[in-house]
T-cell receptor, first 112, second 111 residues
Framework: QKEVEQDPGPLSVPEGAIVSLNCTYS??????FMWYRQYSRKGPELLMY????GNKEDGRFTAQVDKSSKYISLFIRDSQPSDSATYLC????????????FGRGTSLIVHP | SQTIHQWPATLVQPVGSPLSLECTVE??????LYWYRQAAGRGLQLLFY????GQISSEVPQNLSASRPQDRQFILSSKKLLLSDSGFYLC???WGTGELFFGEGSRLTVL
């Protein structure tokens, strides 16, 4: 079992839909949780960063962490074609070199 | 504000030729620095990381090497490229809080 599991997709949704992207993990020591957005042929861009259970909202994006279930989610409201990208989850333990463990990414396609 | 620069953006190299990719971070001091490779459909593979000048840790044995000659400079090198070295190389940095900030990437094609 991989430390971080993420469905690669592709996930195709119509414009305006609510998108749910998910990752599960097995290492209970993970304390920092991140979501990155990566457009084709570009570097990943940090979208959301959280270190606690519960929800964190930023505009149309909501990150949710459930440590008891070892499950994190990213919700995108009112999705736009410009949201079409690959979304990677990442998580790391506290201390040391802070090397995050990444999911393989989910490809999202929002069609007009 | 902090910025990260990575170059060259694209390069095509013959098998057996040397490689040098450079990465520079501005606006911060003593960052942790990372080199990743991303192969198509395979996710991010950590190659090297550095917590200080001259301190390099290798995650995957291969014909690549890394150096950190200055606090905010990270260099990825190879003496002789292999076909399997083709890929998208990403430099990243962090303050040490777990969140990484990536450069725009360097796409390497080895022919």
């Amino acid at each position: 079992q991989k430390e971080v599991e993420q469905d690669p997709g592709p996930l195709s949704v119509p414009e305006g839909a609510i998108v749910s992207l998910n990752c599960t993990y097995s290492n209970s020591a993970f304390q920092y949780f991140m979501w990155y957005r990566q457009y084709s042929r570009k570097g990943p861009e940090l979208l959301m960063y959280t270190y606690s259970s519960g929800n964190k909202e930023d505009g149309r994006f909501t990150a949710q962490v459930d440590k008891s279930s070892k499950y994190i989610s990213l919700f995108i409201r009112d999705s736009q074609p410009s949201d079409s990208a690959t979304y990677l989850c990442a998580m790391s333990v506290r201390g040391g070199s802070y090397i995050p463990t990444f999911g393989r990414g989910t490809s999202l396609i929002v069609h007009p | 504000s902090q910025t990260i620069h990575q170059w060259p953006a694209t390069l095509v190299q013959p098998v057996g030729s040397p490689l040098s990719l450079e990465c520079t971070v501005e606006g911060t001091s003593n960052p942790n620095l990372y080199w990743y490779r991303q192969a198509a459909g395979r996710g991010l593979q950590l190659l090297f990381y550095s917590v200080g000048i001259g301190q390099i840790s290798s995650e995957v044995p291969q014909n690549l090497s890394a150096s950190r000659p200055q606090d905010r400079q990270f260099i990825l090198s190879s003496k002789k490229l292999l076909l399997s070295d083709s890929g998208f190389y990403l430099c990243a940095w962090t303050w040490g809080t777990g969140e990484l900030f990536f450069g725009e990437g360097s796409r390497l094609t080895v022919l």
